[in-house]
Nanobody
Framework: QVQLVESGGGLVQAGGSLKLSCAASGTIYNINVMGWYRQAPGKQRELVATFTSGSSIEYADFVKGRFTISRDNAKNTVALQMNSLKPEDTGVYYC?????????WGQGTQVTVSS
């Protein structure tokens, strides 16, 4: 079992910044695939940014140039620095990990961007 705990969400004005963090614990060996999804009210969950199995990074087009994903392998943490936030970035942000064919999710952290 892998447990993921997010932190860092909150309320921010448009143009502001937030940094999300996710810590993984439990039965961890070497999580290669780890990243962030988000879900806005009434919409499907969508990929925001992720480290892939090839250790590259993928960003959704709508966050390129604004968000930066980073990780600390020694601590099994992943962070998401979000700059130039827009009201449409509002939603619940979920950390996820893919390990041995299974997907694990955090409980989510709310990000609200006011106009």
């Amino acid at each position: 079992q892998v447990q993921l705990v997010e932190s860092g969400g909150g309320l921010v004005q448009a143009g502001g910044s937030l940094k999300l963090s996710c810590a993984a614990s439990g039965t961890i060996y070497n999580i290669n695939v780890m990243g962030w999804y988000r879900q806005a009210p009434g919409k499907q969950r969508e990929l925001v940014a992720t480290f892939t199995s090839g250790s590259s990074i993928e960003y959704a087009d709508f966050v390129k140039g604004r968000f930066t994903i980073s990780r600390d392998n020694a601590k099994n943490t992943v962070a998401l620095q979000m700059n130039s936030l827009k009201p449409e970035d509002t939603g619940v942000y979920y950390c996820y990990a893919h390990l041995f064919g299974l997907y694990y999710w955090g409980q989510g952290t709310q990000v609200t961007v006011s106009s």
